[in-house]
């Protein structure tokens, strides 16, 4: 529960003169773009955290990322609040009531204050007319809060997804559904990745112990987990390279790629790099980074250098080759498609807000250009891994179907030993499955065509 004085606090801004925003204006600012898709949530707190100490960007991000996962809830009750639905032009009214109602009624903070500040923030954000509605929104709430907090009338609301997605999730996981809408609300555990070139898994969750951190081994060979999140900075061994955080079924992707010393390997759509560091821990391999995005590839530098590691990168679109490829073959491929990333939910729920039916058909279109496109620069005999931190079939199954449709000399290989549901072209861990986020894999060999055409 955040204090008064941490959430009365503002933030100090460069420059003399000019105006100090609250952290509750930067709350409702980061909401309010978030309804109207300006960005993602990752970037927004990036841009409003610019200025804030560490206390302030902890509480920033509690704010947003509370609404985000109470989404569709949050949106009911301000509906039943609101004598009539607010102007297009006024939506940030909107967000500072979500922001206040949110703190009124999962965060705990002291009503005074909440209603005082967000009552503020419309004059900020220059509305001053609507002090007065905002005031009266928000009283009404203290006053209904037990009320309006159990009603849930519809799929929606009682979820806290779209109902496209909860129609799709419902459909391709019936056995599985309403635990996997469950887990995508929940907080994120705190994955560890330990290297293996200079430490053993077993020591390194000794040494946590004697910090008072408890840990455990996850289900991937190098993975640690957390019994409740700690400051990356505070790890032991961290700065010195000897751990790293990636979600173990992250982990899964190398150990399944299996890279072998000397090996030509591209890690395609690589960044922010856990699965490019994990490849060289495994292995003295060549490991060529692809991204398309030459700020998200600094972030692999980074990790490349804290634990001493060589990789050579390229900021480049995997789908067009003829800009990055010297037509030297790679022994290996490990290809992490960009997609809907419906199985990382609970780590960025407003997925749930920027994804629809329409960008998942434009997802589909990248995905199977990349596929195709990355194929060709595989070695005959040579192993192509194509993951997703998706749940959905489209994305995953049904893609790697299509694509041993066109390509005769595609072999799907057999994955064993992992935990996750094997279906015909893939297996498919869902959140549900030993503490992980979801994730698909298909591992595909290829093969000497033969005179027809057909894979020998």
Not at 124 to 141: D, H, M, S
Not at 185 to 207: F, S
Not at 418 to 432: A, E, R
């Amino acid at each position: 529960m955040a204090s008064i004085s941490t959430l009365d606090r503002t933030d100090s801004v460069a420059g003399a003169g000019r105006v100090k925003k609250s952290i509750r204006a930067h709350a409702a600012e980061v909401i309010d773009a978030l309804q109207n898709q300006q960005s993602n949530l990752d970037a927004l707190l990036r841009k409003h955290s610019v200025h804030l100490n560490p206390n302030d960007k902890k509480l920033l991000q509690s704010i947003c990322y509370g609404i985000c996962r109470e989404w569709f809830h949050l949106e009911a009750i301000e509906s039943q609040l609101l004598d009539k639905p607010l102007k297009a032009r006024d939506q940030i009214l909107s967000a500072i009531v979500r922001c206040g109602i949110f703190e009124l009624g999962w965060m705990g903070s002291k009503e005074h204050a909440v209603v005082s500040e967000y009552v503020d923030v419309t004059v900020t954000e220059g509305r001053p007319w609507a002090r007065g509605l905002v005031n009266a929104v928000l009283r009404q709430f203290i006053r209904k809060k037990s009320e309006l907090k159990m009603e849930r009338h519809s799929a929606q609301t009682l979820w806290n997804h779209p109902q496209w997605l909860i129609d799709a999730i419902q459909q391709s996981w019936p056995d599985h559904w309403e635990r996997v809408l469950v887990e995508n609300n929940v907080h994120p555990p705190m994955t560890l990745r330990v290297n293996r070139q200079k430490l053993d898994r077993d020591a390194y969750i000794e040494t946590l112990t004697t910090q008072g951190i408890e840990a455990a081994p996850g289900s991937a060979p190098d993975s640690v987990r957390l019994a409740k999140p700690v400051p990356v900075q505070s790890l032991e061994g961290f700065a010195e390279g000897f751990v790293s955080v990636q979600d173990e079924s992250s982990q899964w992707a190398s150990i399944i790629l299996n890279p072998q010393d000397h090996e030509r390997i591209l890690d395609a759509c690589a960044a922010p790099g856990g699965k490019t560091c994990h490849l060289l821990e495994m292995s003295d391999s060549q490991v060529i980074a692809l991204d398309v995005s030459e700020q998200r590839l600094s972030r692999i530098k980074e990790n490349l250098v804290r634990l001493g590691l060589r990789a050579e990168l390229i900021a480049a679109d995997a789908s067009h080759t003829e800009s990055w490829w010297d037509q030297h073959a790679f022994d290996a491929v490990l290809l992490d498609l960009p997609c809907s990333a419906t199985g990382v939910i609970r780590r960025h729920p407003d997925v749930r807000l920027m994804r629809s039916e329409t960008s998942l058909r434009s997802l589909i279109g990248m995905q199977t250009m990349i596929l195709d496109a990355t194929w060709d620069t595989l070695k005959i005999g040579g192993r192509l891994l194509v993951t997703t931190c998706s749940i959905l079939p489209q994305e995953n199954q049904h893609q790697i179907r299509k694509f041993l449709e066109r390509h005769a000399d595609a072999r799907l290989t057999t994955i064993d030993g992992i935990p996750g549901l094997d279906t015909l072209y893939g297996t498919q861990h869902l959140p549900t499955h030993a503490g992980g986020d979801g994730f698909f894999y298909a591992l595909l060999v290829k093969s000497e065509p033969t005179n027809n055409g057909v894979s020998a």
